[in-house]
């Protein structure tokens, strides 16, 4: 199986690399259109921030090419926050293939939102084999609003989306590869999709 990781100058690939190690999968990491359409699966993670990830990916036509793809995608952090309509970051416009608008948390708590939290209201493959006492790793500074497109919720200073799906593209807000057997199992449900 080919698994192709989307490098676009956003942190933490290597963590998501080893996490996929674990579960037999050598990945590709790579910014070549052609490897990104012709891989079985793509994952999108990141952590950064959204502007400069945006300015990398139109630079370079992988907006495109992102919006484009038709097998299972997954984006994890940045990433699926890069999928949605747009980013209080900077007020970034982002890819749109989630319709859902990016807000910066208000500085009622500690921000970033930072540590282990449950998520709940679970509705995806992807979370097959979770429970609603299951918990997850956050870092972040923005938070998808809820939708029509929301699978899984979770709650810091308000309720967010902490997981997305819409046809062929799912979205978790949390770092399955930081998240223990709970992530493992998430990864685990997306390569078998």
């Given at each position: 199986m080919k698994i192709a990781i989307v490098k676009y100058n956003a942190g933490n690939v290597q963590s998501v690399v080893f996490a996929l190690n674990r579960l037999?999968?050598?990945?590709?990491?790579?910014d070549d259109p052609e490897k990104l359409r012709t891989a079985d699966k793509v994952i999108f993670p990141g952590v950064g921030e959204a502007s400069s990830a945006m300015k990398y990916l139109k630079e370079r036509g992988l907006d495109e090419v992102l919006r484009s793809l038709k097998q299972p995608f997954l984006g994890i952090c940045l990433g699926m926050q890069l999928m949605c309509k747009h980013s209080e970051e900077n007020d970034t416009e982002c890819l749109g293939i989630f319709d859902l608008n990016l807000k910066k948390f208000p500085p009622k708590e500690k921000v970033p939102h930072m540590g282990w939290n449950k998520i709940y209201n679970l509705n995806s493959a992807l979370t097959k084999g979770l429970t609603e006492k299951d918990y997850v790793y956050f870092v972040h500074s923005y938070y998808a609003e809820l939708g029509d497109e929301t699978i899984s919720t979770t709650n810091y200073i308000?309720?967010?989306?902490?997981g997305l799906h819409k046809n062929n593209f799912y979205g978790f807000q949390f770092h399955p590869e930081k998240?223990?057997?709970t992530?493992?199992?998430?990864?685990?449900?997306?390569?078998?999709l």
């Open positions: 037999g999968i050598e990945p590709e990491i790579t308000n309720e967010f989306s902490a998240s223990g057997v992530g493992a199992k998430i990864l685990k449900n997306f390569i078998e």
